[in-house]
């Protein structure tokens, strides 16, 4: 049975930082295309951050580059996001993503507030 299970959010003041990390179970993370998304209420889902199967290579949403960084740990099979200089508009449940071929695995989300 996969898991991913999100850990690290909270309410955080405008410029501060967070790191959330995502945890899997039953699949390996190097395995699989590894994404971050959010979705704030009201809004639509954004894919944030992407760290490509099997390689280093990351992309990221305009809105976030320069801001945050997605790694890997694959001796510890998970996933991290890192977050600087964080907004008021960062403000949204994270969710961590597991994607090749046809699988496809969400976790549950944590809260991200971006507020002073």
């Known amino acids: 049975q996969v898991q991913l299970v999100e850990s690290g959010g909270g309410l955080v003041q405008p410029g501060g930082s967070l790191r959330l990390s995502c945890g899997a179970s039953?699949?390996?993370?190097?395995?699989?295309?590894m994404n971050w998304y959010r979705q704030a209420p009201g809004k639509a889902r954004e894919l944030v951050a992407s760290?490509?199967?099997?390689?280093?290579?990351?992309t990221y949403a305009d809105s976030v580059k320069g801001r945050f960084t997605i790694s890997r740990d694959n001796a510890k099979n998970t996933v991290y996001l890192q977050m600087n200089s964080l907004k008021p508009e960062d403000t949204a449940v994270y969710h961590c993503?597991?994607?090749?071929?046809?699988?496809?695995?969400w976790g549950q989300g944590t809260q991200v507030t971006v507020s002073s």
């Open positions: 993503n597991a994607r090749w071929g046809i699988s496809d695995y």
């Open positions: 039953g699949l390996t993370v190097i395995s699989y295309a």
């Open positions: 760290i490509a199967r099997a390689t280093t290579i990351t």
